[in-house]
């Protein structure tokens, strides 16, 4: 009744007010410096913690892994002839019979320790980390009172949200969730199909029972197939649902897995998250994240896929080492290949959020466990040149830099393959730190730094981190010219540290 009470109210005051049909003034926000109006939402300025964190892990989990069938679970079960269909079919029954909503009382998280998880993701290296908040699915992993389909309620019986959120606290990590409800309404608009053919053929699936429309969400209209709905009604749904979220656990991270969702209820829930933020801390350290551009209102999110120079506002690359959920037998990313993208990424003035791939029972595989240990095993040589690092004035040169392969959803791909003599920079207290992404055959070229280079500087040291051997240098007109060390770590990636006179 509260849900329904909040809806109908809601689409009222959006319909009902003649002066304000489209601005409707009357959704409650946290007030503050901030207001809905995009012209304010634009004096936001990204917080340093951000700037300087650089490195994101990610728990991108929830009911969709426990068939091990990969990404996007609760909508394919639903699409006649897909491979996750004949799975469903096989394995559970007829999607008419056996649902999504059976799905969700199969995840118990059995094997999931928060603490233990967030003590290894600091330890290699994250500096933030974000939970799931609520996939496409409209399951909910926090103690919602506007949906009763939440893990404390069903599955699990555990606040997800709120002991990613304790974990990480007691580690001195900061804190996110994000929120992939808005494209929820039309994703999910699979349920309330049927087969065209076989046995079942004309047989509603689940989704059309309307006893279950709190989780497959009402019928859309034939008009709302986009990725966000045109709906207004669930555009408030939307908003209530996330406000919650926010005032429950206040995040210093919130991400829409969407552009920016809803314009006008979109920049109210901008100004709730900000304000709250602003009270609890004497400013705004709060940082919102979404794909597309946010308009100077929060920070750009690229999705599988990095920006193709230095931007001058800071961004993020979002990406996972396998599928989003877990599959079984799929192959990861090498900790090597997310060693280069995370300097890709950095020297062009990004943050990397990675989702680490749990089991449906909530632990981590050997195989994850051992990229974790990589990555880690470089941070700990590298990462003052990745932390409260900051742009140099080109971010790379060498042979990869000519025709880079697009990312999924915009910019340059993020894994893709380097050479030796490909380089990236950074700097940090006055010195630079140049990554050769590849190993070279003794001899790494700065041409950046040759004489004769708009970049040079004269060099006055140079060492390479992880390493006490000295290092041999000349700085002649067209590079400067490095003799690498007889001694390689095991990684790919090395890193110099160059100090100027």
């Given amino acids: 009744m509260k849900k329904l009470f909040l809806l109908v109210t809601a689409f009222c005051l959006l319909y009902a007010c003649p002066l304000l049909p489209a601005q409707n003034e009357s959704l409650p926000y946290r007030t503050g410096k901030f207001d809905s109006s995009a012209e304010s939402l634009r004096k936001y300025q990204v917080p340093e913690w951000f700037r300087d964190a650089k490195f994101g892990i990610w728990s991108h989990w929830g009911p969709q892994a426990v068939p091990r069938e990969g990404d996007w679970y609760a909508k394919?079960?639903?699409?006649?002839?897909?491979?996750?269909?004949?799975?469903?079919?096989?394995?559970?029954?007829?999607?008419?019979?056996?649902?999504?909503?059976?799905?969700?009382d199969l995840w118990k998280a059995e094997r999931w320790d928060p603490e233990e998880l967030m003590k290894l993701y600091k330890r290699v290296g994250a500096k933030y980390f974000v939970s799931m908040g609520t996939h496409h699915d409209n399951f909910f992993l926090w103690d919602s009172k506007l949906n009763k389909w939440n893990s404390v309620n069903k599955g699990p019986q555990k606040d997800v949200v709120g002991l990613w959120q304790q974990a990480a606290k007691k580690e001195g990590l900061y804190f996110g969730v994000s929120e992939h409800l808005g494209a929820s309404y039309t994703w999910f608009q699979t349920a309330h199909m049927a087969d065209t053919s076989g046995a079942y053929a004309g047989v509603p699936y689940d989704g059309n029972d309307p006893v279950y429309s709190d989780l497959y969400h009402e019928r859309a209209d034939k008009s709302d197939t986009g990725w966000l709905t045109t709906n207004p009604a669930w555009q408030v749904d939307w908003y209530y649902k996330i406000k919650e979220l926010v005032d429950m656990y206040h995040p210093d991270l919130l991400y829409s897995d969407s552009g920016f969702p809803f314009d006008y209820v979109g920049r109210c829930q901008l100004a709730n998250l900000y304000n709250s933020s602003a009270d609890?801390?004497?400013?705004?350290?709060?940082?919102?994240?979404?794909?597309?551009?946010?308009?100077?209102?929060?920070?750009?999110?690229?999705?599988?896929?990095?920006?193709?120079?230095?931007?001058e506002d800071p961004w993020q690359t979002d990406t996972s080492i396998g599928d989003w959920y877990y599959r079984r037998g799929q192959r990861y990313m090498s900790s090597d290949q997310v060693i280069q993208m995370l300097i890709d990424v950095v020297s062009k003035n990004g943050n990397l959020l990675l989702n680490i791939v749990q089991t449906p029972e909530g632990d981590l595989e050997d195989d994850v466990l051992d990229i974790l240990e990589g990555i880690g095993r470089w941070i700990d040589d590298n990462g003052e040149a990745i932390y409260g690092s900051r742009p140099w004035k080109i971010y790379g040169e060498g042979p990869s830099m000519e025709n880079q392969a697009r990312g999924t959803f915009g910019g340059v791909r993020d894994v893709r393959p380097y050479q030796p003599g490909d380089l990236r920079f950074t700097t940090r207290d006055g010195k630079l730190f140049v990554f050769c992404m590849e190993p070279t055959d003794g001899k790494l070229s700065v041409k950046a730094l040759g004489k004769s280079s708009p970049y040079y500087q004269q060099v006055s040291s140079i060492r390479m981190l992880g390493s006490k051997e000295k290092v041999r240098w000349t700085q002649g007109a067209d590079s400067l010219e490095i003799t690498s060390p007889s001694f390689h770590p095991s990684y790919a990636a090395t890193v110099y540290e160059i100090q100027f006179k």
């Avoid at 491979?83 to 649902?99: C, D, I, L, M, N």
């Avoid at 994240?289 to 599988?304: A, I």
């Fill in 76 to 104: 394919n079960m639903y699409v006649e002839g897909s491979r996750q269909y004949k799975y469903h079919v096989a394995t559970y029954g007829h999607p008419s019979e056996f649902g999504y909503k059976d799905i969700v």
């Fill in 280 to 311: 609890l801390n004497g400013n705004t350290q709060a940082v919102y994240t979404c794909k597309h551009n946010p308009l100077g209102m929060g920070v750009l999110d690229v999705e599988r896929g990095a920006v193709e120079g230095i931007s």
